[in-house]
């Protein structure tokens, strides 16, 4: 085990007179277009419409009131709140409780109405007494920069701002001042009191309003139906429902695309430079994704996701990117908002993301290898995907000797990275699994001949034998958590002395209170100032590593470890702090749940001896291909 990295240390004596709100505080709430961080104290202060990728309207996450929020809580000071979301949904019931009486806060979003309004909805209903409210809307178009014109229209309070344009309709009047809509107002026992915030674009006439109980109970009806298809049963079915559910809420619907979290800039270090746009969908997800999805019995699901993929990289098989936008966008330029101070003081607030441009060879393998899972389940019209994976790995033949910025988008020094080599294997190794499987035309032999050779070079390049490990990049002293991937994929087997030497290295220097680093940040091969929290997914992979060495009585035991990092609500941001004991980075965080999802189908699957990720990659009743040695 691992001392604590110091620039970790450092972090933690650094201290503010004002601290942000933790973001394990937050919760959140999905249309599947778009979705909202709800406070535990009752504000919403992130909402991006109409898409995840859209301007804020409201950022006082990454600011303060002044750059817009919806507030609803009682009045007393002294009220308690509980939350839970209903059984199955994404609809969040927060429980106020005072001296006098007790209520209930609803808040959804409903999926879009036909003509492209969308809503969120917040229903106040009274159980017990009598419960003094108050509410306060500060709409912020644009991250929180433009304040709109407002006026009242209708018995309803319209808001405008450009291409925006917001209608609040509320059960209780809201008077204007001050630049925000507010009302205080107090709900009885069986009394229900709606307000509803639709957005359309301001060139249009407002849409008709929509009952908001109709609503409601529509959405859980939604939602409910999608979570009874669920194939996982196993003991961890609760928290695995529950990141199902969250990437669920991260698909932007009309696409298949599934977002990397719903936040920018939520920090990886308070007061750090790690700050990035991640309304995107990566590439890198892919095949992970896929394994969640068929392994969960979500076949439509998995379906969408590989036609987005198809199209993202269509027509430009040779320059694979990082990430592509919602409907395949390729160009996602990285700005910086300066009247943002950022969560708590981490500056810059960056939209975009520059990652998008960089060379990562591992994303050639995430693509191949998630086509071939879709091919595994069963997804109908894969042979139009072939040409495209052809195409794909006929470029790959030369590109793979090239360095690339690994998995992690480092923003340092292109070096050959081990784990994207790997990568690289894993393409030509699943390409050649199709076409042997599947009974699919291609070069085979060119394939397995470039397999073969990247084999070799990784374990003569990448390989240390001093400390009997393989190593972060070629000629490096250090090694990667995404080296744990090795025996997962099957480029080594599980007990290869070199894969143990190499998990009992990363055991040592790079987990600290028992959760996984991605790599040491002081050691400056990213090219970033400052340190990070503990990757989740990469401690999720650990737990796969347990699973695949047979030791599932420590799989066990980590997993149920990283359970207790969630927070209230079942929900993981991509990275934890283990001395503040706090989330940290974007949030909630796709990669963190899929390996949530992963890891609790690998500790049911497994029953003793080898397990590899694989495994998990389709149903289809396939004859498996006898593995060649392996052996570097």
């Not at 007179?17 to 277009?33: K, M, N, V």
């Not at 108050?134 to 920069?145: A, D």
Request: charged fraction near 25%; charge should be neutral.
């Amino acid at each position: 085990m691992s001392q604590q990295p110091k620039n970790q240390q450092l972090s933690t004596r650094r201290r503010r007179a004002r601290p942000a709100r933790p973001i394990a505080d937050y919760a959140l709430i999905g249309s599947t277009h778009s979705a909202a961080l709800v406070h535990l104290g009752g504000d919403i202060e992130w909402l991006c419409l109409p898409r995840f990728d859209s301007a804020a309207m409201f950022a006082s996450l990454l600011g303060d009131e002044r750059n817009g929020r919806w507030t609803m809580r009682a009045r007393s000071a002294k009220a308690r709140v509980t939350r839970r979301y209903l059984p199955g949904t994404m609809v969040l019931e927060t429980t106020i409780h005072t001296a006098k009486g007790t209520a209930l806060v609803t808040d959804f979003m409903p999926r879009p109405a036909a003509g492209g309004t969308h809503e969120v909805v917040r229903i106040v209903q009274g159980v017990r007494g009598a419960v003094n409210m108050h509410t306060e809307l500060r709409i912020r178009f644009n991250y929180g920069e433009w304040c709109p014109w407002v006026e009242r229209r209708d018995g309803a309070v319209h808001a405008v701002a450009g291409p925006d344009a917001v209608r609040i309709s509320s059960g209780v009047p809201l008077v204007n001042e001050d630049f925000a809509s507010r009302a205080d107002f107090t709900v009885l026992a069986g009394q229900s009191i709606a307000f509803v915030l639709d957005w359309f674009p301001s060139h249009e006439k407002p849409p008709v309003t929509r009952d908001a109980n109709a609503l409601l109970a529509q959405a859980c009806a939604e939602w409910c139906a999608w979570t009874d298809r669920c194939g996982y049963h196993g003991e961890f079915r609760e928290p695995v429902m529950r990141s199902l559910l969250t990437l669920k809420a991260l698909t932007y619907e009309p696409t298949g695309g599934i977002v990397a979290a719903p936040t920018t800039s939520l920090p990886e270090l308070p007061g750090g430079e790690r700050n990035w746009d991640y309304r995107f969908c990566w590439l890198r997800d892919a095949a992970l994704t896929l394994y969640a999805l068929i392994g969960s019995g979500y076949v439509e699901e998995a379906s969408a996701w590989r036609w987005w993929l198809m199209r993202a990289v269509g027509g430009s098989p040779e320059e694979l990117q990082v990430m592509y936008g919602l409907h395949g966008e390729r160009s996602l330029t990285e700005l910086e908002l300066g009247w943002l101070p950022g969560y708590d003081d981490s500056r810059p607030v960056r939209i975009g993301n520059g990652a998008h441009g960089q060379r990562q060879l591992d994303v050639y393998g995430s693509v191949i290898a998630a086509f071939h899972a879709a091919r595994k389940a069963g997804l109908a019209d894969m042979d139009k995907v072939w040409p495209l994976e052809r195409a794909i790995a006929k470029h790959l033949m030369v590109l793979w000797k090239q360095p690339d910025c690994s998995l992690w988008e480092v923003r340092g020094e292109a070096r050959h990275f081990v784990h994207s080599k790997m990568m690289c294997w894993l393409a030509f190794d699943r390409m050649i699994a199709s076409a042997e499987d599947f009974g699919l035309e291609g070069p085979v032999d060119h394939w397995r001949a470039a397999r073969d050779e990247i084999h070799a070079e990784v374990c003569a390049r990448g390989y240390d034998a001093a400390s009997n490990s393989f190593v972060q990049y070629y000629g490096a002293d250090t090694v990667d958590a995404a080296l744990l991937w090795m025996p997962l994929i099957g480029f080594l087997p599980i007990h290869d002395p070199r894969v143990q030497g190499t998990i009992a290295r990363v055991e040592k220097e790079l987990i600290f209170n028992g959760l996984v680093y991605r790599y040491r940040t002081e050691k400056g091969v990213d090219g970033l100032e400052g340190g990070e929290g503990a990757f989740l997914a990469c401690s999720f992979w650990l737990t796969n590593v347990y699973v695949a060495m047979g030791k599932l009585r420590k799989a066990r035991a980590l997993f149920k470890r990283l359970l207790a990092l969630g927070n209230d609500l079942g929900l993981f941001a991509e990275e934890y702090d283990p001395v503040g004991r706090r989330q940290l980075g974007n949030f909630p965080q796709a990669f963190s749940h899929i390996g949530l999802i992963n890891s609790a189908h690998a500790l049911v699957s497994a029953a003793g001896g080898v397990w590899e990720l694989a495994d998990l990659d389709g149903k289809a009743p396939v004859k498996r291909r006898r593995r060649p040695s392996r052996a570097g």
